[in-house]
């Protein structure tokens, strides 16, 4: 697959936490493949930083503050979506958020609502209300941004684990459920990405080689590496794909 074969021309899409880091890269690339782009995030200098990002590139950006674990504040979103664009074929469900903790046990109620309201609850929510715009336009592509903590547990992560694990089953089932209406819906799983999410992690010399030796490719990985997958799941490259989860770790769970 050569990624000029991938054209987005007349579609619209949307990227929750397109702001910045991983979904700001797949906004871009996707607006650069001819879609009209809508992105979400919480802060406003963010959005207004990814504006001028996509403006210095020639494209252009719907961007709104959206707190995408709200039912109230999705609903204006898609409405928002609807009115400007009157259709949505591609979603990326991108949001997601982790708090270390020394353990599930150790953690408090409001930590594991925290985190389970952004990292699943906001894929269900934003997911149901995008639905019925995507069978107006005849089907559509969703994409869930997973993560191989799903299938790993891992110290200090283990809420963020549940939850994308859960995203995961959501994402089966949806695939399940929305066939018939010509909706696909599948997920990428990553391992570690060079993002700022993640820096903490990174960012420690020791506990970088660490995970270097988790991972056969010898590197973490790159926004670009995870780009390539989702591009491929929200093009008719894969129109007969559905419910399936894409690995993008550099041979890590191998």
């Keep these: 697959m050569a990624e000029r074969d991938i054209d987005f021309s007349g579609k619209v899409a949307l990227v929750t936490g397109g702001s910045r880091g991983l979904g700001k ?3 871009l690339a996707m607006a650069e493949r001819g879609a009209n782009v809508a992105i979400c995030g919480r802060k406003k200098e963010n959005l207004d930083q990814a504006q001028e990002e996509f403006k210095k590139r020639g494209l252009e950006v719907m961007a709104r503050d959206a707190n995408v674990s709200r039912s109230d504040e999705v609903r204006a979103l898609i409405q928002a979506v609807d009115e400007k664009f009157g259709r949505l074929d591609i979603l990326v469900n991108n949001v997601g958020t982790n708090i270390l ?3 599930v046990a150790e953690a408090d109620e409001g930590l594991w609502d ?5 990292s699943l609850k906001s894929v269900f929510l934003i997911s149901s209300h995008s639905v019925t715009l995507m069978k107006k336009a005849g089907g559509g592509k969703i994409i869930n941004i997973s993560s191989i903590a799903a299938r790993r547990a891992s110290r200090g992560m283990g809420i963020y684990c549940v939850a994308k694990a859960g995203l995961e089953m959501l994402t089966r ?3 399940v459920e929305l066939a018939i209406e010509h909706i696909n819906v599948n997920a990428v799983a990553p391992s570690m990405i060079r993002t700022r999410f993640s820096q903490p992690l990174w960012s420690n010399e020791g506990l970088y080689h660490e995970i270097l030796k988790t991972i056969p490719m010898g590197r973490i990985a790159e926004t670009n590496d995870v780009v390539g997958a989702v591009l491929f799941l929200a093009s008719g490259l894969s129109d007969f794909i559905t419910g399936e989860v894409v690995t993008v770790d550099g041979g890590s769970m191998a």
């Design 101 to 103: 903790t020394p353990s």
């Design 25 to 27: 890269d797949i906004a």
């Design 173 to 175: 089932v949806m695939a």
């Design 114 to 118: 925290k985190i389970m309201d952004t």
